[in-house]
C-alpha cells in the first residue's frame, strides 16, 4: 500500500477512504463500483490510482481506518465517563460498554451500518483475505474486553474456570448484534437495554 506523504496528498487519500466506507456501509462492497467513488470524493482516476491499485486493497485501508477511528473515539469517550477511580477491573468492562453505547447513540442518523458487521457479511464466505482480516477486527474488539475479564475473575474466584476468551467475544457478539436490531427494528434505546442484560449476566458469570 502507497504511503500519503504530503498535506494534499494525505487530504486526497482521506477523501477518498471517507466516500468509500461511506458507500460500503450503504450499498455493500460489491455493489459499489471504484468509478463512483472516484466521482463522490471529487477526485481524478489518476489521483485514486496513485493511492491504491484497486478496491480490494481500498477495502483493507477502509478497514484499518475504521478500526483506528474507532479505538481512539471509545478512548476519548472512555478517559471522560472515567471518573472515580474503580479498582473492580469489571468495572473497566462496563465502562466500555459505557463508551459503545455512546458511540452508537452518536451515529444513530448517520446511513448505513457497522462497516465491519457489513463487509463480514458480504465477503467473509468468498474473500479468505477479507474474512481473515475481518476477523482480526472482531478479535481486536474482544481483546478491549479480555484482560479486565481476566482480572475480574482472578479477584472474585481465582479457582473458577472461566473462557474469559469466549466471554470477551460473547460481548462483541451482544455489541454487533444489538447495533443491528437496534436499526432493524427502529428503536435506538435498544442497545442500551441490551447491555443492561449484559452486565447482569457478566455479573453472574464472574461475581456470582
Known amino acids: 500500500m502507497r504511503t500519503a506523504k504530503q498535506p494534499r496528498a494525505i487530504k486526497t487519500r482521506d477523501r477518498i477512504l471517507r466516500e468509500a466506507a461511506r458507500m460500503f456501509a450503504l450499498k455493500g462492497f460489491h455493489d459499489t463500483k471504484v468509478g463512483e467513488i472516484i466521482k463522490a470524493a471529487e477526485v481524478t482516476s489518476g489521483a485514486f490510482f496513485h493511492h491504491f491499485q484497486g ?15 474507532r479505538r481512539q473515539k471509545l478512548d476519548r469517550i472512555e478517559e471522560r465517563l472515567r471518573g472515580d477511580s474503580v479498582d473492580d477491573p469489571l468495572q473497566h468492562v462496563f465502562r466500555r460498554l459505557d463508551a459503545v453505547c455512546e458511540m452508537v447513540a452518536g451515529r444513530r442518523k448517520r446511513k448505513g451500518g457497522c462497516i465491519i458487521g457489513n463487509l463480514s457479511t458480504t465477503l467473509s464466505d468468498t474473500h479468505p483475505a477479507f474474512r481473515e482480516r475481518l476477523a482480526k477486527c472482531f478479535d481486536e474488539m474482544a481483546l478491549e474486553f479480555q484482560p479486565h475479564l481476566e482480572a475480574a475473575v482472578q479477584a472474585h474466584h481465582p479457582t473458577r474456570d472461566v473462557d474469559v476468551r469466549q466471554l470477551a ?3 462483541v457478539s451482544v ?6 436490531l437496534s436499526r432493524t427494528h427502529g428503536e435506538s434505546d435498544l442497545v442500551h437495554g441490551q447491555f443492561r442484560m449484559l452486565k447482569e449476566y457478566l455479573k453472574q458469570s464472574v461475581e456470582g
Open 169 to 171: 467475544r460473547y460481548i
Open 175 to 180: 455489541i454487533e448484534g444489538a447495533i443491528m
Open 55 to 69: 478496491k480490494e486493497e481500498l477495502g483493507f485501508a477502509v478497514i484499518d481506518r475504521h478500526m483506528e477511528e
